[in-house]
């Protein structure tokens, strides 16, 4: 169970998005005797007056791994009889009840959400995935005993080889629990020890990592040692993909610039800008330098745009116990700043290229929401600048 939760913090950090569940005209799942006919709030009201534990199953009709639960974990006499006297149970349509799945921002279906009568309203914690009968009713049963989510996930790994998952956790509720330092120490762990091109922990080595190590490195300033370490070291190995992850962490972000504009005129540094093209990204925005994002990294903006367009499609293919929302589409978020970058630097003529191929692939409410909006806030940042330049 901890692997699919961090498949899907994985999943957040490749395209940072939040996702919500749009309504659709779906026939209504058959709901298994085990719900309860209550509406969420009525079910939140009923769980506390019974101090019994409150189950969420978000689920959709054309989701299999849900189908694949109605006919097996929910029909399960022993989860039956354990939820009949232990929880109040309601299972969520996400086609039929958007708001509820907005507000719980649920991404990928099923996911299961459990909260315990002394949870003060809080989560005890959320599943995503098939969950076979015993895996719920041990899940179920430890939240009743009063385990904390941290001492079940102990559980759920002991005596695994999941070694990076376990440390994933672990720095998380040490940074929870108040102990930076330990905190920090994890962090840098993880950094050292995750491969960059790992298919599956690559994205939150690029993404959470470096966002938890800067965040720790400000309450615990002597670690910043340990980071400066890392980035001479990767300096030194000619790893540019780390170094300027590392600059970012240390807010040296004008060090990484320094070398581009060396790099971005030198032949043999084109691959390498290239092959750093998302990190680099972020930098160069930061530094309002969108002219360089646009002829530099994007310099055939609807070759990329197509390239894009293929890896969001991807995106959307369902693993074995996880469906992914029928409304998730990553491709806005992971195509708006090469617009962006084209608008802000004033080449309006391209902008408008790329905008109608963008929707040629996915004209969808949401990207055209998205590419106004960028149009809107890179044509003000760009009339700023000009100013700021007189």
Same mark, same amino acid.
């Given at each position: ?15 940072? @998005?939040?996702?919500?569940?749009? *309504? ?30 409150? @189950?969420? /199953? ?6 299999? #791994?849900?189908? !694949? ?6 029909? /399960? ?29 649920? +991404? ?13 309203? %809080? ?66 762990? &993880? ?20 966002? +938890? ?18 980035? =001479? ?17 240390? =807010? ?5 610039? *320094? ?6 005129? =030198? ?16 930098? &160069? ?14 310099? /055939? ?16 293919? #369902? ?10 589409? *990553? ?29 040629? @692939? ?6 055209? =929401? ?8 890179? !044509? ?5 600048? *000009?100013?700021?330049? %007189?």
């Amino acid at each position: 169970m901890t692997m699919k939760f961090w498949h899907r913090v994985v999943l957040s950090c490749s395209i940072a @998005l939040s996702c919500t569940i749009a *309504a659709s005209s779906t026939a209504a799942m058959a709901s298994a005797e085990v719900f309860s006919n209550l509406t969420y709030e009525q079910a939140k009201q009923q769980a506390q007056k019974e101090e019994k534990l409150l @189950l969420l /199953d978000f689920t959709a009709t054309w989701c299999p #791994p849900c189908r !694949r639960m109605e006919s097996t974990t929910w029909v /399960d006499e022993s989860v039956q009889k354990y939820i009949k006297e232990n929880a109040i149970a309601i299972q969520i349509d996400v086609d039929k009840d958007s708001k509820t799945s907005s507000l719980l921002k649920i +991404e990928a279906m099923p996911t299961l959400i459990l909260f315990t009568p002394k949870g003060g309203g %809080k989560e005890f914690g959320r599943q995503v995935g098939y969950m076979s009968a015993s895996e719920l009713l041990r899940w179920m049963q430890g939240a009743k005993d009063g385990k904390t989510s941290q001492e079940m996930r102990k559980e759920e790994t002991a005596g695994s080889d999941n070694s990076i998952w376990d440390r994933i956790s672990k720095a998380r509720d040490l940074g929870t629990a108040g102990k930076n330092a330990e905190s920090l120490n994890e962090y840098i762990w &993880l950094w050292s020890n995750i491969s960059a091109d790992d298919p599956d922990l690559g994205a939150i080595r690029a993404g959470l990592v470096p966002m +938890e190590i800067k965040k720790l490195c400000a309450l615990v300033p002597a670690g910043k040692a340990s980071v400066v370490a890392l980035r =001479d070291a990767a300096e030194k190995a000619e790893n540019r993909h780390d170094w300027i992850l590392l600059n970012g962490i240390l =807010d040296d972000n004008v060090r990484t610039i *320094a070398w581009f504009d060396k790099a971005k005129v =030198d032949p043999k540094q084109h691959d390498v800008i290239l092959k750093n093209t998302a990190p680099l990204q972020s930098v &160069l925005y930061s530094a309002s330098r969108y002219a360089d994002v646009a002829n530099v990294l994007y310099a /055939d903006p609807i070759k990329k745009v197509n390239e894009i367009w293929k890896r969001a499609e991807d995106m959307k293919k #369902p693993r074995p116990d996880t469906e992914v929302s029928k409304s998730f589409d *990553a491709f806005p978020s992971m195509v708006i700043m090469l617009y962006g970058a084209y608008v802000g630097a004033g080449k309006d003529a391209d902008a408008e290229k790329i905008q109608a191929e963008c929707i040629r @692939l996915d004209d969808t409410p949401e990207l055209r =929401d998205a590419l106004a909006n960028m149009a809107k806030g890179m !044509r003000t940042a760009r009339s700023a600048h *000009a100013k700021a330049a %007189k």
